[in-house]
């Protein structure tokens, strides 16, 4: 099918049960809007086909995957459709002694974490709820979560997607070897492009070996500038923390971490032998000036940043707001006096990705207040990009902040791949 031959809108939305089965579309408001209809699919060609059958119809198309972080996006400007992928759920090839595998887009995390837990190995992704988000939502809204520090993100990590495209076709990139790179713009493209160009149906992975061992160091301090001052001793030391941040008064009290004051986060990840050491080491070098310290154990370790990553996401939040500035790690204390300053008691929570340079921000207040606070970090850094936020205060802003230079070229892309605005319309970076 091709999107060429003009469809009536109630006739397509009619026709659309041939591909998959309706489901509530109450479940899938986002920014408050209601689709006309919601449809489950479970293969990749009916995927395709539901497309084509949009763009003929003009149509707006969400792909939902959990739903977990349908807050990151402007308000859509059109939606008709909630495309629901979990039903696309297979593990489609798994070669551990490779490293290697392919895995449909609506596979949870939790069950792709199963699987590679079977043979040691693992993707290094930190989720609050892995349980619920899909392997296309992570791919979509591009994942870098505090690990990142230490592995890399997930976008060195993919070698291969398929992605279905608004003219009813399946396109791929890159394949199941490693050192394929013959689709590598395909993928770059698609990670993080929210779904604006096409619909992601598989994503193949390279996978890494599970650590031994895990621990987390916490060093508590009087301030922030000790805090950070410790943080960038750490960063430029021969010691490989996989993680370090520093977290604010409000989120130490939050996760309920038995510490007063700035806390920095630190985790070591490897053959046990060598994380004791690696702890002991960070413990000692960073907690020259830190009033209290302790160390996690594995099991403490993984709950922690699990707690701490539902601090950092792009969940829907009611009276909040939560954004992400991103910033030099030599300028991030500056940047968060500045925050600070700012916000006063708004300031619901600050955490300082020391390994990648990043500020996530929580903001509680009116909407007034909120929006307040979002023209005055809009500009702050070197990008800020609002994660979520309630949708009285998206309207009339770009959640995506200032625009790359690229963003013409970004333009093409959508005029190229999406000519009829199908897929997430309005919702990405210039409400493209
Ligand atoms: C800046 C940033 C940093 C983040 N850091 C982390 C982190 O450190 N750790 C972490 O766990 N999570 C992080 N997340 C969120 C992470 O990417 C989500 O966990 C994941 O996107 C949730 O998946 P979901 O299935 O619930 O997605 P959904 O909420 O269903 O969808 C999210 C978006 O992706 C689109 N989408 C969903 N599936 C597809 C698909 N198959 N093809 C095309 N588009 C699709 C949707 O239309 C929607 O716009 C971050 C997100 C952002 C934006």
Same mark, same amino acid.
């Given at each position: 099918?091709?999107?060429?031959?003009?469809? =009536?809108?109630?006739?397509? #939305?009619?026709?659309?049960?041939?591909?998959?089965?309706?489901? @509530?579309?109450?479940?899938?408001?986002?920014?408050?809007?209601?689709?006309?209809?919601?449809? $489950?699919?479970?293969?990749?060609?009916?995927?395709?086909?539901?497309l084509?059958?949009c763009a003929?119809?003009?149509?707006?198309v969400?792909?939902?995957?959990?739903?977990?972080?349908?807050?990151?996006?402007?308000?859509?400007? !059109?939606?008709? &459709?909630?495309? @629901?992928?979990?039903?696309?759920?297979?593990? %489609?090839?798994?070669?551990?002694?490779?490293?290697?595998?392919?895995?449909?887009?609506?596979?949870?995390?939790?069950?792709?974490? =199963?699987?590679?837990?079977?043979?040691?190995?693992?993707? +290094?992704?930190?989720?609050?709820?892995?349980?619920?988000?899909?392997?296309?939502?992570?791919?979509?809204?591009?994942?870098?979560?505090?690990?990142?520090?230490?592995?890399?993100?997930?976008? *060195?990590?993919?070698?291969?997607?398929?992605?279905?495209?608004p003219?009813?076709?399946?396109? /791929?990139?890159?394949?199941? &070897?490693? /050192?394929?790179?013959?689709?590598?713009?395909?993928?770059?493209?698609?990670?993080?492009?929210?779904?604006? #160009?096409?619909?992601?149906?598989?994503?193949?992975? /390279?996978?890494? +070996?599970?650590?031994?061992?895990?621990?987390?160091? #916490?060093?508590?301090?009087?301030?922030?500038?000790? $805090?950070?001052?410790?943080?960038?001793?750490?960063?430029?030391?021969?010691?490989?923390?996989?993680?370090?941040?520093?977290?604010?008064?409000?989120?130490?009290?939050?996760?309920?971490?038995?510490?007063?004051?700035?806390?920095?986060?630190?985790?070591?990840?490897?053959?046990?032998?060598?994380?004791?050491?690696?702890?002991? !080491? #960070?413990?000692?070098?960073?907690?020259?000036?830190?009033?209290?310290?302790?160390?996690? @154990?594995?099991?403490?370790?993984?709950?922690?940043?699990?707690?701490?990553?539902?601090?950092? *996401?792009?969940?829907?939040?009611? *009276?909040?707001?939560?954004?992400?500035?991103? =910033?030099?790690?030599?300028?991030?204390?500056?940047?968060?006096?500045?925050?600070?300053? =700012?916000?006063?008691?708004?300031?619901?929570?600050? %955490?300082?990705?020391?390994?990648?340079?990043?500020?996530?921000?929580?903001?509680?207040?009116?909407?007034?207040?909120?929006?307040?606070?979002? @023209?005055?970090?809009?500009?702050?850094?070197?990008?800020?990009?609002?994660?979520?936020?309630?949708? $009285?205060? /998206?309207?009339?802003?770009?959640?995506?902040?200032?625009?790359?230079?690229?963003? $013409?070229?970004? !333009?093409?892309?959508?005029?190229?791949?999406d +000519?009829d605005?199908v897929l997430? !319309?309005?919702?990405?970076?210039?409400?493209?």
């Amino acid at each position: 099918m091709t999107g060429t031959t003009r469809l =009536e809108p109630e006739i397509a #939305l009619e026709r659309l049960a041939t591909f998959g089965v309706y489901q @509530d579309p109450s479940a899938f408001a986002v920014d408050g809007v209601v689709p006309r209809v919601a449809l $489950a699919v479970s293969s990749p060609e009916a995927v395709a086909e539901v497309l084509a059958v949009c763009a003929a119809a003009e149509l707006g198309v969400i792909p939902w995957g959990g739903g977990g972080q349908m807050g990151l996006g402007n308000v859509p400007e !059109r939606y008709d &459709v909630a495309l @629901d992928l979990r039903g696309l759920s297979r593990i %489609v090839q798994y070669e551990p002694a490779d490293l290697t595998i392919a895995v449909q887009a609506g596979r949870t995390l939790a069950d792709l974490e =199963e699987a590679l837990a079977a043979n040691g190995q693992m993707l +290094p992704i930190d989720a609050a709820e892995p349980e619920r988000i899909t392997v296309g939502g992570l791919v979509a809204t591009g994942l870098g979560c505090p690990r990142r520090f230490g592995h890399g993100s997930l976008r *060195d990590l993919i070698i291969g997607i398929t992605v279905a495209l608004p003219d009813g076709t399946l396109a /791929k990139g890159g394949g199941i &070897v490693v /050192k394929n790179v013959s689709g590598y713009d395909m993928m770059r493209l698609h990670f993080g492009a929210l779904g604006a #160009l096409g619909v992601i149906v598989q994503a193949n992975f /390279k996978v890494l +070996p599970a650590p031994e061992a895990q621990r987390s160091v #916490l060093l508590a301090f009087a301030d922030a500038a000790a $805090a950070a001052e410790a943080a960038l001793t750490l960063r430029g030391s021969q010691l490989a923390p996989t993680a370090l941040v520093v977290l604010a008064p409000p989120v130490v009290r939050q996760l309920d971490l038995g510490m007063t004051g700035w806390v920095l986060a630190a985790r070591c990840e490897g053959p046990e032998a060598a994380v004791i050491r690696q702890a002991d !080491r #960070l413990r000692e070098s960073g907690g020259i000036a830190a009033r209290e310290a302790d160390v996690l @154990d594995r099991e403490q370790t993984i709950a922690f940043w699990r707690a701490l990553q539902s601090l950092l *996401d792009a969940r829907p939040q009611r *009276d909040r707001l939560r954004l992400r500035i991103g =910033e030099r790690p030599s300028r991030l204390s500056e940047l968060a006096g500045h925050v600070v300053t =700012e916000l006063g008691s708004a300031l619901a929570g600050l %955490v300082l990705d020391y390994g990648s340079g990043l500020a996530y921000v929580t903001v509680s207040g009116t909407v007034d207040a909120l929006r307040l606070a979002w @023209d005055k970090l809009a500009e702050v850094g070197q990008h800020a990009v609002l994660l979520a936020a309630p949708a $009285a205060v /998206k309207v009339g802003t770009d959640v995506f902040g200032r625009h790359p230079d690229g963003i $013409a070229v970004m !333009r093409r892309l959508k005029e190229t791949f999406d +000519p009829d605005r199908v897929l997430n !319309r309005g919702r990405f970076i210039a409400h493209l």
